[in-house]
Structures are given as C-alpha cells and as structure tokens.
C-alpha cells in the first residue's frame, strides 16, 4: 500500500518536472489547442479570442453585469456598498482557465502563471487611466507554509509577478502571512467558511495607503474580504482586487 502511495507520489512527480521541461523547451506552443502559438505568449490568437474574457461586471465583486447595461454594482452590491474595494477580473472560472488552473496549482505549470499575468498585465494597462492611478504595492495573497511546501510556490504570486514586471509596481510577498493552516474553501458546507478563514492573517506594517491584493480564484469572496478587512486594521484606504478568475 505504501509503495503505491510512493510509485504514485514519484510518478506524479516525473510527470511534473516533464511538463515544466516541455513548457521550457517548447514555450511557444499554445496551453490549450497544443498546436504552435505563432505568438511571444503559450496560446494561440483563435483560443485567446475563444477564453472567456470578463467584460462588464460588478465593480466590486466582478460579478457579471449584461453588456447593455450602465449599471456599476450588482444588486447584493448596492446594498453593501464598500467604498474601498475596486474590482479588476480578467476570466470567468470556466473552461479553458478552470483546466489551466488546475494545472497552475497541482501539476506545476507555472508557464501558466505567466500567461495569466501577461493577458492580465495587458488589461490593466487599459483600465488604470495613468500610472498615477497604480497601486502603490501588489499583495497577493498568502498561503500558509504548509501548503507553499506542498505545493512548492505560491500561484497568486506567481501570477503577480507579470504584473508587476509590465506595469512597475513593486510586489510585496513579506509583509502579509497565514497564520492558520485553513482547509479549501469550495470543500466546506457555507456555514463553516467563515470560521474556517476567521482571523487567518496578519499583516505587518505597511507604509503606503492604495494597494492591489491579488489571487487567482475568487469563488464566495471571503477569503478576499477577510484579507481586505486585515488591511483596513492596517490603514490602507484604498484596495484594488485583481482576480484571475471569477467563478459564477
Ligand atoms: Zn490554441
Ligand atoms: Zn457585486
């Protein structure tokens, strides 16, 4: 039993360190037809048209708005409007991001994390008017020692790190930590989110007062707004919250 445990854990491995081999040596083939990109990016122009771009959403929770309309926040959102958070999101979580996701976090494809902060790097670049506009720090948020040792890195801040190549923003992966060792949001019934991401960070001081806080699934929005609320007891006054991808 054990050595199956191990032949697989190996065998997984093998094929992890395959793929980052293949991603490095062939990084112009696309992620999701596998035919040659014919672009700088791993994804070819047809399935970059084809990836399920947010458009017109709500402003602070990135759900989806209908394009017609001039509305800036979803109805939950009107009525618990926060004034500080602004929402930036690249996809909605379905397929291809969903599958390049799992990839990013469980099969060490960072090649991935570079895609996905490059297209996002872009749209940023159009949705802040001037560099004056940037946020002043990129945060992503943390993960627990545990789970960066299992997994080896940390997806948001690789995601991040695009990001703050293309649009000089300094990217900080000191200053914010999770003390508390939580278990997958999506695995928990409602009722025990909350207190299964409760008092989960803690952040040292900080000496600006607009940052982004990033991460790459946004699914209930609590572990985000627990991160946020850890912030503001820091006073920072303004947070901008880019997510790569918004489930619906
Ligand atoms: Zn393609
Ligand atoms: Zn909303």
New binding site residues.
């Given amino acids: 039993m054990l050595t199956s445990q191990y032949t697989s854990l190996w065998f997984s491995r093998l094929t992890a360190i395959k793929r980052r081999c293949v991603d490095w040596l062939f990084p112009q083939m696309c992620l999701v037809c596998h035919t040659l990109s014919h672009q700088s990016l791993p994804i070819c122009q047809a399935c970059t048209a084809d990836l399920p771009w947010l458009h017109h959403?709500?402003?602070?929770?990135?759900?989806p708005l209908p394009d017609a309309s001039d509305h800036h926040?979803?109805?939950?959102?009107?009525t618990?409007w926060q004034p500080d958070v602004r929402?930036y999101g690249l996809f909605s979580y379905q397929s291809p991001i969903r599958q390049l996701l799992y990839q990013l976090k469980f099969q060490q494809r960072l090649i991935v994390a570079q895609l996905l902060g490059t297209l996002f790097a872009k749209t940023l670049l159009q949705s802040y008017p001037q560099p004056s506009d940037y946020p002043q720090l990129i945060l992503p948020i943390p993960l627990h020692p545990r789970r960066i040792r299992q997994r080896g890195y940390n997806q948001a801040l690789e995601i991040a790190k695009p990001i703050s190549h293309h649009l000089n923003i300094p990217l900080s992966y000191h200053d914010c930590h999770r003390r508390k060792h939580t278990h997958a949001q999506a695995t928990l019934p409602a009722a025990l989110r909350q207190q299964n991401i409760a008092h989960a960070f803690q952040i040292d001081p900080l000496s600006v007062d607009h940052v982004a806080v990033i991460d790459d699934i946004y699914t209930t929005g609590l572990t985000s707004l627990t991160f946020i609320q850890s912030l503001r007891r820091q006073g920072i006054r303004q947070i901008d919250l880019w997510i790569a991808a918004r489930a619906l």
Avoid: A, D
């Fill in positions: 959403y709500c402003q602070q929770c990135g759900y926040y979803c109805g939950h959102c009107l618990h929402f």
